[in-house]
């Protein structure tokens, strides 16, 4: 099947004079977890938002499912699970006792879903606390609960992960991974925080100013993270002039008065070594270094990295 779950293309937003999202088009696939990487501001819940058609598309198509949403909404939505916004639950109820709520709101027909959803996010069932006594991390738990109480094929979860301590940043991680390998649930995740999306994502989306930079599989974008030297000297500037004069395009970065990166992998280090230090640059240290996904962002945003 190579339909995709949620395809966009061109997808773009504008408020007045603000374009939100430009041009974006993003692929999810069924069974794997596509992370969508941007800083505040880069566009990420306005995507969410018009794919789950909870504000206009100002150009550009969405399908879901294979389908444009527009007119298909009664269809599509109980085939979703979202948390775009906190949803409002009711703090002088239980978590157990909201989710009801909102099951039969949905009219939920499996008499089990409370129970079963909050059994996947490690919450109790039936216990006496009340939603307003429950910490940021209970309260995210129970958020995605409610988002998979209906068992849709699709979750769509913005930034599910802000502000949770390191070990439920790791259940959480847990369960999404088994919801998406073991029962093969698309999930188009947000977050600015790129460690995050490198541990959990199979797919990545890069917004960056309200574009897509990137998108690939993290395996790809692993494999093709470049290989760089790097060069520790007395004068990166001087050394730049050197690099200029005897290699003429040799693409090269600096990074500090004493750091430098020469991507050009053909160049010989020894051959390097000893120009720097013949027209009189100290060389402290050169090596060969792999990129990090840090790094690779830090280039393709022109410096400034996403995270
Ligand atoms: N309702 C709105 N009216 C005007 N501008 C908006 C609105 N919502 C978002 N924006 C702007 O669109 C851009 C993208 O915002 P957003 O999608 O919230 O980014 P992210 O979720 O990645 O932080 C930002 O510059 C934001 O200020
Ligand atoms: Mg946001």
């Known amino acids: 099947?190579?339909?995709?779950?949620?395809?966009?293309?061109?997808?773009?937003?504008?408020?007045?004079?603000?374009?939100?999202?430009?041009?974006?088009?993003?692929?999810?696939?069924?069974?794997?977890?596509?992370?969508l990487l941007g800083r505040n501001g880069a566009g990420k819940t306005t995507i969410m938002k018009m794919v789950l058609g909870l504000t206009s598309v100002t150009s550009g198509q969405i399908k879901v499912f294979g389908k444009?949403?527009?007119?298909?909404?009664?269809?599509?939505?109980?085939?979703?699970?979202?948390?775009?916004?906190?949803?409002?639950?009711?703090?002088?109820?239980t978590g157990t006792e909201n989710l009801e709520i909102f099951a039969k709101?949905?009219?939920t027909s499996c008499p089990d879903a409370v129970k079963n959803a909050l059994e996947v996010v490690g919450l109790p069932y039936r216990d006496k606390k009340l939603f307003s006594k429950y910490?940021?991390?209970?309260?995210q738990r129970l958020?995605?609960?409610?988002?998979i109480m209906h068992d849709?094929?699709?979750?769509?979860?913005?930034?599910?992960?802000?502000?949770?301590?390191?070990?439920?940043?790791?259940?959480?991680?847990?369960?999404?991974?088994?919801l998406s390998k073991e029962r093969g649930k698309a999930i188009l995740i947000s977050s600015h925080i790129l460690s995050e999306i490198d541990l959990l994502a199979d797919?990545?989306?890069?917004?960056?100013?309200?574009?897509?930079?990137?998108?690939?599989?993290?395996?790809?974008?692993?494999?093709?993270?470049?290989?760089?030297?790097?060069?520790?000297?007395?004068?990166?500037?001087?050394?730049?002039?050197?690099?200029?004069?005897?290699y003429g395009t040799v693409k090269y970065r600096i990074e500090d008065d004493n750091a430098m990166r020469i991507y050009d992998m053909s160049v010989d280090i020894s051959?390097?070594?000893?120009?720097?230090?013949?027209?009189?640059?100290g060389v402290y240290e050169s090596r060969v270094c792999d990129e990090s996904l840090e790094d690779y962002f830090k280039e393709i945003t022109g410096g400034v990295g996403i995270a």
């Open 68 to 93: 444009k949403m527009k007119g298909q909404e009664k269809k599509i939505y109980p085939r979703i699970g979202a948390i775009i916004e906190t949803p409002g639950f009711y703090p002088n109820l």
């Open 135 to 139: 910490s940021l991390g209970m309260k």
């Open 105 to 107: 709101l949905r009219g």
């Open 271 to 281: 051959v390097v070594n000893e120009i720097f230090i013949t027209n009189g640059v």
């Open 203 to 246: 797919d990545i989306g890069v917004i960056h100013n309200v574009r897509l930079l990137e998108e690939s599989s993290m395996e790809g974008l692993r494999r093709k993270n470049q290989k760089y030297i790097m060069f520790r000297v007395s004068s990166t500037a001087t050394a730049a002039q050197i690099l200029e004069q005897k």
């Open 1 to 35: 099947m190579d339909e995709y779950v949620i395809e966009t293309e061109q997808l773009t937003k504008v408020y007045g004079e603000q374009t939100a999202v430009d041009a974006v088009s993003i692929h999810v696939k069924k069974g794997r977890i596509y992370g």
């Open 152 to 178: 849709p094929e699709l979750l769509i979860l913005d930034e599910p992960i802000n502000g949770l301590d390191p070990i439920g940043i790791a259940e959480i991680r847990n369960f999404l991974q088994d």
């Open 143 to 147: 958020g995605i609960a409610n988002a």
